[in-house]
């Protein structure tokens, strides 16, 4: 199983390995006690829309199709994926 930790800095999905890559089905991991909304977005810096929102401390499945993805507020999600 592989991990990506992500937080509320764009990370640029083209530049990773599979599972990580746009069009990937990812779990999203939220050990926070609130809800957190991931994001993606063609350019990194406009434009964001919801992938998913992951419940207080637990997963949830998404499919970014986007280049870049990241968290909505300073908080830490892990993506894992095989």
Excluded at 21 to 27: A, E, F, H, K, S
């Amino acid at each position: 199983m592989r991990v990506l930790a992500i937080d509320n800095t764009a990370v640029d999905l083209a530049a990773q390995k599979a599972p990580f890559l746009p069009n990937y089905t990812m779990v999203f991991a939220n050990p926070t006690a609130g809800a957190l909304i991931i994001q993606e977005s063609d350019d990194g810096s406009t434009g964001w829309t919801t992938v998913a929102t992951t419940p207080a401390d637990g997963f949830i499945e998404g499919t970014p199709t986007k280049q870049y993805i990241r968290v909505s507020t300073a908080a830490t999600v892990y993506v894992l994926g095989n």
